[in-house]
């Protein structure tokens, strides 16, 4: 009995150890508690594959199979503000597919559209997600690919659990959040490498077998169909289009100044020291010349 009890608490020792190791600091401010959520009507509509999404209670799932996969926007368009969803993605096998959340108005400005990305590109079976962030700037998205990519592992399973990401996107600054912790923070280094026109937000699940797992080298495979994406939690706390020149975006920290706390920076720097997997900036590949900001 004594050896069941201290072997118990052995194994809470180690699990509890790994799970402190697991997570970064606190960041010390929770931007998503002071946006509001909405239902998926009130602030979104199915944009393709109807048949592929479905509405229970507050959750949007929507998925990929053979035939489809599905997408949905946001009914207004922004030109500043928080954007979030919780999410919860498909465990096992899902190579080739992304689930995504992004801003973008390639429908307005088709061939030199600004676009803000969370990708999460899904892994053969056993291997995590690559969380990839990603900003395009006029068109560098569309004919001469220009993108601005920082890719991540996550500090924990997405599958398992609803986390919530989130865009925060202001005149100065973007900032990518995965559960209130910042990720990345993209400045606005000049006019030309930041994006200054009206984007709407979207969700998606689509086959990207060319490209998303390690260059296109695994595939969707539709043996392991649906491939399902879940959403809730939706949050829409911005400047639309038309707002008065008066509306300012939520804030990143609590100073309310913009900028970032010392406590949300070092947060940022642990994830980033801890998780970060891939830098545009320091891809030896890339013409530096493209991306005066690195
Ligand atoms: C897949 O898993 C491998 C092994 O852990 C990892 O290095 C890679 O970044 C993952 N790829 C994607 C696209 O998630």
New binding site residues.
Partial sequence: MAAIVVYLLLILMISSNTGAQGGPPSPGYNPSSRVSSLGFNQGFKNLWGPQHQRLDQDTLTIWLDQSSGSGFKSLQSYRSGYFGAAMKLQPGYT?GVITSLYLSNNQDHPGNHDEIDFEF????TG????LQTNVYIRGSGDGNIIGREL?F?LWFDPTQDFHNYAILWTPSEIIFLADDVPIRRYPRKSDATFPLRPMYLYGSIWDASSW???DGK?KADYQYQPFVGRYKNFKLGGCTADAPASCTPPSASPSGSGGLSQQQIAAMQWVQRNYL?YNYCSDPKRDHTLVPEC
Wanted: net charge positive; charged share 20%.
């Fill in positions: 190579a590109l899904g892994n053969t291997k995590p997600y690559t890719r592992h998303a797992t390690e695994y997997v």
